[in-house]
């Protein structure tokens, strides 16, 4: 049912991810469907999109929504993630988004990503949720001093041309706010970030969607799709829903027989973490560490990572093309040895936890949110670039507003966001992009 590029564990539902923030938590028994129902809108996806759209759904505009999961809620990528809430959800820079889409697009871009940053803390208020949220900045690290120059270029147009509250910090000034070690050369500070606990946040947003009048089945995939006068027909192993809209809330999970209009157009990569043991404070004060926001470096295939509340640290990098057995040992093994070289004190320190999963690309580089131009009954958002915890549920939220508004019209997105990203026609295809482009990544790096 999901689209074959990795190893099929990558894909085994019945398999939940070990991570550390599924450690003593119960998850929602799945609510099998297991009969024929009518509803005005279905949500395909149950992941922070799906749960977010049903949730706005039903609570800001009283209309029914039935989200189906393939998977128990808490297995997606909403389950498994890093818990950085921070911008942006493109690979494209800045200034690549500016000169396509031009200075007022671009503006509304960013400034839409802290709206969804912002979204995120509303909802932990507004629907309790109790996520562990930690810090009030994100940093961006310069891992070579050749990186400086481009960081103090973005935090500029940050701040003056997008209105962000970001600074560029010297390596003197984010060693006494942040870390040392070897790939510290000064620091993107943008104040608003944060961290969580991603599994709690997504488990909160089910418990709330549910709360409001949302109807969650899990274990129940879309395997057919088609459409009879005027309603769509989604057929799951024992069930059917009956809809007059689908959002479609799958990103890099899409089946490609799901809905023609979508194969082939999102580029699945795989995302890996580690996690310690918990580190002591002497530890910690061997790698200059004094901060609870989490950071992630320049590198093309960046490194991300994040002192978690019980002193463990988090260290979680993309790569890696199959997700098979053999190759997540290997894996592992190259964090934990990558780990040692950015915070040398730390060399062969336990990691107790190692999982993957998969982040969704485009090849346009930013995310596609939008209505389906063959039947605008039918709306999408996907592509996140592995940021998808403030965009997924944001995106959530603009397309329960598009359902209510009716109008079967354009949703009115800044450019970056707007029309589906190319078709590459094949899985194979798809495959050898992301080949490519590690293969560009891994070449510019070195150089
Ligand atoms: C290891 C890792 C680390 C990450 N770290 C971060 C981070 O720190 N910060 C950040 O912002 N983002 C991060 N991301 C990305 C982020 O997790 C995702 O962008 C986000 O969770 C996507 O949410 P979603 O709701 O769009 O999709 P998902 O949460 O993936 O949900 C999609 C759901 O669709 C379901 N589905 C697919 N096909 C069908 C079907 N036919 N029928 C029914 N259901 C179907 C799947 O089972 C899945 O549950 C990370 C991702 C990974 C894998």
Known sequence: MYPALFHPQVYETDVLPRTIWSEGVALPVP????????????????????????????????????????????????????????????????????????????????RSQADAIELVRRLLSEERIEAEPQGDATYDVA????????????????????????AFLGRWAFDQIGHGGTEQHGALRLRGGFGLNPLKFLLGLEAAARRHGAVVHADSPVLSWAKDRGRHILETPDGQVSARSVIVATNSYTPDDLQPALANRTIPALSNIVVTRPLTEDELAAEGWRTVCPVANTRSL??????????????????????????????????????????????????????????????????????????????????????????????????????????????????????????????????????????????????
């Open 302 to 447: 960046l490194f991300y990572y994040r002192l978690l509340p019980d002193r463990r640290f988090l260290f979680g990098a993309r790569g890696g093309t199959s997700g098979s057995p053999r190759e997540d040992k290997a894996m592992r093994a190259w964090l934990e040895r990558r780990l040692g070289e950015v915070f040398p004190s730390w060399k062969g320190i336990e990691t107790t936890h190692f999982w993957n999963g998969l982040v969704c690309l485009t090849a346009r580089r930013t995310p596609a949110i939008g209505r389906l131009p063959s039947d605008p009954t039918v709306l999408y958002g996907f592509g996140w670039h592995g940021n998808g915890v403030n965009t997924a549920p944001w995106a959530g939220q603009v397309l329960a507003h598009a359902v209510a508004m009716r109008s079967g019209g354009m949703l009115d997105l800044p450019a970056p966001y707007r029309g589906l990203p190319m078709n590459l026609f094949a899985p194979s295809v798809r495959k050898l992009a992301l080949k490519a482009a590690y293969l560009w990544y891994g070449l510019t790096e070195r150089s």
């Open 31 to 110: 609510n099998r469907l297991g009969t024929s129902i009518r509803t005005e809108v279905a949500v395909i996806g149950g992941g922070y999109a799906g749960l977010s759209a049903a949730l706005h759904l039903a609570r800001d505009y009283g209309i029914e929504a039935v989200v189906l999961d393939a998977a128990p809620i808490g297995w997606g990528a909403s389950a498994r993630n890093g818990g950085f809430v921070t911008l942006p959800a493109a690979k494209a820079s800045a200034e690549e988004i500016i000169a396509r889409y031009g200075e007022a697009d671009a503006y509304g871009f960013f």
């Open 143 to 166: 891992h070579a001093p050749s990186a400086v120059a481009g960081l103090q270029r973005t935090a500029e147009i940050y701040r003056h041309r997008f209105g962000l509250d970001a």
